[in-house]
C-alpha cells in the first residue's frame, strides 16, 4: 500500500510542478516595453560636427560623422554603424543601444576602428541622456560620461567629458548632431 501512495504523490507532484511552469511560460514572444520605444528618438540618420579637445584621445580640433540607426529584429535595441573625421583621422564605429529592464537602466556597447571599445550604462531625465562608463588607460582608471540632450525630433547636443580616479571632470569632445531622415 505504501509504495501506491508514494507513487501517487510523486505523480501529484509532478502535476502540480508542470501546471506552475506552464503558468510562469510567456504567452507569446517578449515584447519591447516602453523604454526601448523611447530609443526611437535616434533611429534614423544624423549628422555631426563638433570641437574635440586637446586630451590623452588627440589634439584638438574639428570633428564631423555621418551615422546610421535601425532597429535590430525584435525593436529591443538599436544598431549605429558610423563614420566620420576627427584630428586622429578617419573614425569608423558601431554602436548598440538598449534597455536592461532588470537594472532599469539604458545601455550602450560600442566599437571603433581604433581599437576601442567601451560599455555604458544610461538614464533619461526631462529629454537629456546621460551615459557613464568606467576604463582603464595607461593603467590608469578613466571615468567617462556622455551627455546628450534633445533640442527637437530632429537635434541633439552632445558632450564627452573625463574624469581620472580623483574627479575633476574635463570636457573632451562638444558638438550637435541633426537628423537627416
Not at 53 to 71: L, M, N, Q, R, Y
Not at 72 to 86: D, N, R, V
Not at 109 to 136: F, H, P, Q, V
Amino acid at each position: 500500500m505504501k509504495p501506491r501512495l508514494l507513487c501517487a504523490a510523486f505523480v501529484l507532484l509532478a502535476l502540480s510542478t508542470s501546471v506552475l511552469r506552464a503558468e510562469d511560460k510567456p504567452k507569446g514572444p517578449p515584447q519591447p516595453g516602453p523604454e526601448h520605444k523611447r530609443l526611437a528618438y535616434f533611429e534614423g540618420k544624423w549628422t555631426s560636427e563638433g570641437e574635440m579637445k586637446e586630451s590623452p584621445f588627440g589634439p584638438a580640433g574639428k570633428v564631423t560623422g555621418s551615422d546610421v540607426c535601425e532597429w535590430f529584429p525584435g525593436g529591443f535595441f538599436l544598431k549605429c554603424t558610423g563614420e566620420g573625421t576627427t584630428p586622429t583621422g578617419q573614425m569608423k564605429n558601431l554602436g548598440i543601444l538598449g534597455y536592461n529592464s532588470e537594472d532599469k537602466v539604458y545601455t550602450y556597447y560600442g566599437i571603433d576602428n581604433m581599437g576601442m571599445g567601451e560599455s555604458a550604462k544610461g538614464t533619461l531625465k526631462d529629454g537629456t541622456w546621460t551615459y557613464t562608463s568606467s576604463s582603464k588607460m595607461h593603467g590608469k582608471v578613466i571615468k567617462a560620461r556622455y551627455v546628450i540632450k534633445e533640442i527637437s525630433p530632429t537635434s541633439y547636443s552632445f558632450s564627452w567629458s573625463t574624469a581620472d580616479d580623483k574627479g575633476g571632470w574635463k570636457t573632451v569632445m562638444e558638438g550637435k548632431e541633426t537628423k537627416s531622415q
